[in-house]
C-alpha cells in the first residue's frame, strides 16, 4: 500500500538554525500539505501546495518558513531562523482526487 | 469560520465494553468529517469519513461514526473496545472552501482512549 514517508524522524537543531524537512508524497497524488503538532496539543494545519505553488497558508506560517516541491517526488518544508517555539512533530501529508489526506509518521523537531 | 470540538481529553473504558468518543462541528455547507488515530509515536492513521450518504459510517478496525445534523454530532463508535484500541483519537472537517478537492483539515483537540483490560 502506498504511503508518505518523511526524513529524518528526529531532527536536533540549535536555535537559529536552519532546518529542511522532507517529505515523499504518494506518487500520484496532487495536493500536499505540512501540519505540526506541539506536544500534548491538537494538530494544526501550516500550508498546503498545489500545482507548484502555495494554496493557503496558516497564520504561523510566516517569512521563516517556505515549502518546495524541488522534483517529481520530494515536498520539502523549510524553516529559515528556528525558534525555541518552533519544537514540535511535523507531519506532511497529500491526498490525491478524493478529499481524504493520507499522512506521513511525522518528523520531531526539537530546538534548543 | 469552521471548528471542531471534542469535549473529552480522555475517555476510560473497560475491554469488551462498547466506546464512544465524541466530536461536535461547526461549518458553513456541508461538512467533510474524517476521524483519525495516532498512536504513540507514530502519525495519523485515517479510519473513516463522511462525505454525504448514509449517516453511519463504517471504517477501520471496527470502528463506525454516526453523523448528525441536527445536532451537528459525528461521534466514533465500537461495540466492543479491545486494549489495541488504546490510542490519541482525532475528529477533523475539511476546509470545502477550495472547491471539492484539497482544502486543509482542521482538527479537534483529540480524545485519549484508555482501554483497560
Known amino acids: 500500500e502506498p504511503e508518505v514517508t518523511q526524513t529524518p524522524s528526529h531532527q536536533v537543531t540549535q536555535m537559529g538554525q536552519e532546518v529542511i524537512l522532507r517529505c515523499v508524497p504518494i506518487?500520484?497524488?496532487?495536493?500536499f500539505y505540512w501540519y505540526r503538532q506541539i506536544l500534548g496539543q491538537k494538530v494544526e494545519f501550516l500550508v498546503s501546495?498545489?500545482?507548484?505553488?502555495?494554496?493557503?497558508k496558516s497564520e504561523i506560517f510566516d517569512d521563516q518558513f517556505s515549502v518546495e516541491r524541488p522534483d517529481g517526488s520530494n515536498f520539502t518544508l523549510k524553516i529559515r531562523s528556528t525558534k525555541l517555539e518552533d519544537s514540535a512533530m511535523y507531519f506532511c501529508?497529500?491526498?490525491?482526487?478524493?478529499?481524504?489526506?493520507?499522512f506521513g509518521p511525522g518528523t520531531r523537531l526539537t530546538v534548543l | 469560520a469552521q471548528s471542531v470540538a471534542q469535549p473529552e481529553d480522555q475517555v476510560n473504558v473497560a475491554e469488551g465494553n462498547p466506546l464512544t468518543v465524541k466530536c461536535t462541528y461547526s461549518v458553513s455547507g456541508n461538512p467533510y468529517l474524517f476521524w483519525y488515530v495516532q498512536y504513540p509515536n507514530r502519525g495519523l492513521q485515517f479510519l473513516l469519513k463522511y462525505i454525504t450518504g448514509d449517516n453511519l459510517v463504517k471504517g477501520s478496525y471496527g470502528f463506525e461514526a454516526e453523523f448528525n445534523k441536527s445536532q451537528t454530532s459525528f461521534h466514533l463508535k465500537k461495540p466492543s473496545a479491545l486494549v489495541s484500541d488504546s490510542a490519541l483519537y482525532f475528529c477533523?472537517?475539511?476546509?470545502?472552501?477550495?472547491?471539492?478537492?484539497?482544502?486543509?483539515?482542521?482538527f479537534g483537540q483529540g480524545t485519549e482512549l484508555s482501554v483497560k483490560p
Open positions: 501546495f498545489y500545482n507548484n505553488e502555495i494554496s493557503e
Open positions: 506518487s500520484n497524488h496532487l495536493y
Open positions: 501529508a497529500s491526498s490525491g482526487s478524493s478529499s481524504l489526506q493520507f
Open positions: 477533523a472537517v475539511r476546509d470545502g472552501t477550495w472547491g471539492n478537492q484539497g482544502g486543509k483539515l482542521i
